[in-house]
């Protein structure tokens, strides 16, 4: 039989009741925080712990962060990195763009201003001056003479007035080299710098006379021929004073000879220098296209004429006023 001492039972049953309240309270208070601090459980939700700015949708976040309640956060269930994301500013939006009329499907191609219009006088009038810088003309073509020559032989003059007019013809039938003046030519001027322009010009011009006398109206005297030149050099200023007018006032200097001759070998050949003063004005009717209009003094220096088999000392001068029109191309 065995004998139980009573007091050493309850010292010992007291003091394991002490060590499992002691262990009881030391495990409440270390595990106990982090139990109640746990989620509960909810399959169709996933833990998020606030770490990133303000967001609208996943895009605007970084790495493994998502948007949930406008905030973006890291998955509570996410493998941490040891860094914590820097905040991503939300992007800025563009102002939308200004809304363009549309245009019409079938939008017609832009049309040629009528011809009378003042668009098309500008594109007509403004390249002949600004564009172009070489021109060609046909000067002279039609025009107003008036002609006076003098010849001397020692101390005896006599003079000669003639005046004539011409269309697209002429040159030979005025005395001295002044007819050649007013036959047609051509003209070719190049702009050198802004307004100045230098150039010539050449004419050449011929005919044959047969007198015809006598009662039976035969031949009284042979053929005789006539035959003019004149090539010159000039320098000019053009200035375009208006939508369609170009003054062109142009100084130049030429040599001028005329020769007869006839079918017995007889000739005379007059020639001299001449001084040329042009006050040409253009009036542009197309693109680089004008009609010229030119008031011009061509004055001789003084020139000789010679003759076959004649020894005579013959000076011969002269002065021709014009008033003449042609036309000018500019390229």
């Not at 982090?34 to 609208?56: D, E, H, L, M, Y």
């Not at 403004?126 to 002609?147: C, Q």
């Not at 208006?242 to 040599?255: E, M």
């Amino acid at each position: 039989m065995t004998l139980i001492n009573a007091p050493m039972l309850f010292k010992e049953r007291a003091r394991n009741a002490a060590s499992a309240s002691l262990i009881a309270f030391i495990t409440f208070f270390t595990a106990g925080p982090a139990f109640a601090q746990r989620p509960k459980s909810n399959p169709t939700a996933t833990a998020v712990a606030p770490v990133g700015p303000k967001c609208i949708s996943h895009d605007e976040c970084v790495g493994d962060q998502v948007c949930v309640n406008n905030r973006c956060t890291l998955p509570a269930n996410a493998k941490s990195t040891g860094a914590t994301a820097a905040p991503v500013p939300a992007p800025v939006q563009a102002p939308p763009p200004a809304a363009t009329p549309a245009e019409p499907a079938d939008a017609p191609s832009p049309q040629r201003a009528p011809e009378g219009s003042s668009s098309s006088e500008e594109n007509q009038d403004a390249p002949f001056f600004t564009g172009s810088k070489i021109f060609i003309a046909i000067e002279r073509a039609f025009g107003a003479h008036i002609t006076s020559t003098t010849f001397g032989e020692g101390d005896t003059e006599s003079k000669i007035e003639n005046v004539s007019g011409t269309l697209l013809w002429g040159g030979t039938n005025a005395d001295a080299p002044a007819g050649v003046f007013q036959a047609p030519r051509l003209g070719f001027d190049v702009r050198v710098y802004k307004f100045l322009t230098v150039g010539g010009f050449a004419a050449v011009a011929s005919s044959s006379t047969r007198l015809v006398g006598g009662a039976t109206g035969e031949p009284v005297n042979d053929r005789s021929y006539r035959t003019t030149f004149a090539i010159g050099t000039r320098v000019g200023a053009m200035f375009q004073l208006g939508r369609r007018f170009v003054l062109w006032p142009r100084l130049g200097l030429s040599y001028a000879s005329v020769k007869d001759s006839d079918d017995d070998s007889n000739s005379q050949t007059r020639s001299t220098g001449v001084l040329n003063l042009e006050g040409m004005m253009a009036f542009p009717i197309i693109p680089n296209v004008a009609v010229s209009l030119a008031p011009s003094i061509d004055y001789g220096l003084g020139g000789s004429v010679t003759a076959k088999g004649s020894n005579a000392d013959i000076s011969v001068a002269f002065h021709n006023l014009s008033a003449t029109a042609g036309v000018l191309v500019g390229f």
